[in-house]
């Protein structure tokens, strides 16, 4: 079954004016339950704008999007706020971790906002922690860990309410290649593991070609590799 499915998704920016930007016209995709999928995209290509829109944090101009079987269009902010709390994870390029907080707690407070109790929460947060190998820098603050720590630390925190579908925008852009390809390693054993869907857009045509599909992102349309 689907965990996302994109149809006909068409956006403009700034249409009718002399800085109107085609930028999807007409994207179909399908991201099955346990696939992981590759978005591949020069720079400027619409792919921001393809991962926001398929985590509700935008709207399409026309198309439709269902996250889990569930039809967005027309639903409440409420609503849509409460699909992405329940079934999608996000990481970024930066890991935006709160620097005021340890590891564990950035992987604990999503879980409390969520109604879990944080004898729970903590031991959910140690087994992520873990699993992508940086146990013991649970209670360190984001500034004394390293980049690929960091970033690490952020994917648990995307897993932490256990969504069914990650949508990942260049999770290690920001790390040297190296340090890349552990951290990426990372992220695909976590996501293995927990038989999550994702949606991860990259240049790293090496990470792309680790992933179970690939999507490229060309003028507008979406085509598999
Ligand atoms: P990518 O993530 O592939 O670099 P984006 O989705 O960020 O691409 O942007 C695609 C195109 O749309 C670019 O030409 C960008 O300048 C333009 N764009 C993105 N956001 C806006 C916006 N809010 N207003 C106008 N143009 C935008
Ligand atoms: P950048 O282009 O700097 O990497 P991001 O991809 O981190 O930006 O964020 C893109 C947009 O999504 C921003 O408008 C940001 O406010 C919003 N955003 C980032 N993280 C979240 C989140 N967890 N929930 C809701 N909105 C978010």
Do not use: W
Request: hydrophobic share 45%.
């Amino acid at each position: 079954s689907a965990v996302l499915r994109l149809s006909g998704i068409e956006k403009v920016y700034n249409p009718g004016t002399p800085g109107e930007v085609n930028v999807l016209r007409g994207v179909d995709l399908t991201v099955n339950t346990g696939e992981v999928v590759a978005l591949v995209a020069p720079s400027g290509a619409g792919k921001s704008t393809l991962l926001h829109i398929a985590g509700l944090l935008d709207t399409p101009d026309k198309g439709a999007v269902e996250i889990a079987g569930e039809a967005m269009q027309g639903r409440s902010d409420r609503r849509r706020t409460a699909v992405r709390r329940d079934q999608l994870g996000f990481v970024y390029q930066f890991h935006h971790l709160l620097p005021e907080f340890t590891a564990i707690e950035n992987i604990v407070l999503p879980q409390l906002a969520n109604g879990v109790s944080r004898v729970e929460a903590e031991a959910r947060a140690q087994s992520l922690l873990a699993s992508v190998g940086i146990a013991a820098r649970a209670s360190h603050r984001p500034a004394a860990l390293s980049g690929g720590e960091q970033q690490r630390v952020a994917f648990c925190r995307a897993m932490a309410n256990a969504p069914k579908l990650l949508l990942a925008d260049e999770p290690t852009g920001n790390l040297d290649p190296e340090t890349s390809a552990l951290v990426f390693d990372a992220l695909m054993t976590l996501v293995r593991d927990t038989g999550l869907s994702a949606l991860i857009a990259t240049h790293n045509l090496d990470l792309a070609a680790q992933m179970d599909r690939r999507v490229r992102l060309d003028a507008g349309h979406l085509r598999e590799d």
